[in-house]
Every structure is written in C-alpha cells, then in structure tokens.
C-alpha cells in the first residue's frame, strides 16, 4: 500500500502561484510512476501532468504548458507541482496519484487539495 497526502492548495488570484505537495509513505516511492489530475466543478477528472520514476514528465493538459512544473524528490517521497501564472480555470480540486511507470494505470490517490484562483 502507499498512502498520499497532498497539500499547498488554497485561495489565489489570477497571475499567482502556488506550490502543491505530495507526501508518500508505504511502498518504495521511487518504484511508481506519479502524476497530478485536477477536478473542476462539474467536469470530470483530468491527467494533467505525469512524472516517470526517472524523472521524465509528460504534460497532458496543453492548457498547463509552460506555467506548471512537477517535479519528485524521491529522497524524500514528495512529489510537487509548481504552478505560475494561474488562471481562474485552473480551479479544481487537484489530486496525487501513484501506478504505472507511465501512470497509465493508477493504483493509489490521494484525498485532493482545492485549489482556487479568483479573477
């Protein structure tokens, strides 16, 4: 099993940024492809961005390209998604999951951090 805590979400306005984090414990993190999918209201769950073992990223959602970055620390089981520039229609509930090296499948999630950004 592997448990994933996230957390960083909160209230921005538009052109702000902000810093999510996910904590893992259980299993070997390193061993886990890991990536970010948000939820907004009404809609359903997106990939937005995935991070290989390695370290390889693959930026799923184009509307995020160029503004936020994932990156891992595998010393120290925390996955991260730096987010700039944040637009309104970023807002969503934003979720860690664990799987696949390519995170086609996932195997774990986290409960989701809310993320706001008001115009």
């Known amino acids: 099993q592997v448990q994933l805590v996230e957390s960083g979400g909160g209230l921005v306005q538009a052109g702000g940024s902000l810093r999510l984090s996910c904590a893992a414990s259980?299993?070997?993190?390193?061993?886990?492809?890991m990536g970010w999918f948000r939820q907004a209201p009404g809609k359903e769950r997106e990939l937005v961005v995935r991070i290989s073992w390695s370290g390889g990223r693959s930026y799923d959602a184009d509307s995020v390209k160029g503004r936020f970055t994932i990156s891992r620390d595998n010393a120290k089981n925390t996955l991260y998604l730096q987010m700039n520039s944040l637009k309104p229609e970023d807002t969503g509930v934003y979720f860690c999951?664990?799987?696949?090296?390519?995170?086609?499948?996932?195997?774990?999630w986290g409960q989701g951090t809310q993320v706001t950004v008001s115009a």
């Open positions: 259980g299993r070997t993190f390193s061993n886990y492809g």
């Open positions: 999951a664990a799987g696949s090296s390519l995170l086609t499948r996932v195997d774990y």
